[in-house]
């Protein structure tokens, strides 16, 4: 399986990592795209780079997708029937978060302090901020000393040296935002609409240069960071 869109996606014309036909197969509301296949590949960089090519060739002909990690399979459509169909109400909400969304990857290396905490994870639209790296404050402490505890866990999750300024200066643009810390690099994840990367690319280099911060910055990709419903 290489993704799931919103249903319409009608005849796709693509072929897979295998050079094997593509195909939507319905489910409910939503179409996932499919191609048989003898065996899965392997995790080539020939492989990964063509799969990466396949998910953007489809990114582009739909206005919501959510890209499948590498290797995803089922074993027939009855099995791809009931995983999407169980799931079709948080994966319908999920397309609708990332519709006519772009994903924008900018990576930097952190301070000394920055700690391996695994995957911060912040979704402007609502307010939810979670860290599954992070402690977690013992709910069973007292109502606003908790509360308090909770903020300033995601806050140190979402904390990387250097990219306040950056940060606010492409705020407008930003629907969701993921970070993920691995030793001293750090990579933030910004989900923001597909017409407006270039002018959020632009913001972004000008604060850094301001600030006088080296990053790497790339995209726009299909929603890789925010598909974690698959």
Not at 70 to 76: H, S
Not at 78 to 95: F, H, N, P, S, W
Not at 108 to 132: A, E
Not at 222 to 227: D, E, G, L
Request: proline share 5%.
């Amino acid at each position: 399986m290489y993704a799931l869109a919103e249903g319409g996606l009608g005849r796709i014309g693509i072929r897979g990592i295998a050079g094997e036909a593509l195909r939507a197969v319905r489910v409910g509301a939503i179409d996932a795209v499919i191609g048989r296949v003898s065996r899965i590949p392997r995790p080539t960089e020939r492989n990964l780079r063509r799969h990466g090519r396949v998910v953007s060739a489809l990114w582009r002909r739909t206005p919501a997708l959510l890209p499948a990690r590498f290797g995803t399979a089922v074993g027939d459509v009855a099995e791809l029937e009931a995983i999407v169909g169980a799931r079709q109400k948080t994966l319908r909400r999920t397309l609708r978060s990332v519709r006519h969304r772009a994903q924008m990857t900018v990576r930097m290396l952190s301070g000394s302090g920055t700690r391996d905490s695994g995957l911060g994870t912040r979704d402007s639209g609502r307010g939810r901020i979670s860290s599954p790296g992070s402690r977690v404050p013992d709910p069973g402490s007292r109502g606003r000393s908790y509360l308090h505890a909770r903020v300033a866990t995601a806050q140190r999750a979402r904390d990387v040296p250097g990219f306040a300024a950056c940060r606010h200066a492409v705020k407008a643009w930003v629907r969701a935002e993921r970070v993920e810390k691995r030793g001293r690099v750090a990579t933030i994840y910004h989900l923001v609409p597909r017409g407006s990367a270039g002018r959020y690319r632009a913001a972004l280099e000008r604060a850094a240069a301001g600030a006088q911060v080296r990053m790497l910055v790339s995209g726009p990709w299909p929603p890789y960071a925010f598909a974690d419903t698959l």
